[in-house]
């Protein structure tokens, strides 16, 4: 079954780019902090190309800094 026939959520159905917004931070506070975490890495910043950006860092306290944001046009 192509992406094109899967059926939509009703936010996303409702609320295209809210539900785009919402997988990025998921995508930004799951996969990518996993990432810099696992690779020990001081700074990262990202950017798909569509508007959306996170930048993270560590902090003294080896806590992680987390920065993100969606743009959108209208």
């Known amino acids: 079954m192509s992406d094109n026939n899967t059926p939509k959520t009703m936010e996303e159905e409702y609320s295209p780019d809210t539900s785009s917004a919402k997988k990025w931070a998921e ?13 020990n890495l001081e700074k990262l910043t990202i950017e798909d190309g569509g508007g959306n950006k996170a930048k993270m860092g560590r902090t003294k306290d080896n806590d992680i800094k987390l920065e993100y944001s969606t743009t959108k046009l209208l």
């Not at 995508?27 to 690779?39: A, K, W």
């Open 27 to 39: 995508f930004v506070e799951s996969t990518v902090v996993d990432f810099f975490s696992n690779n």
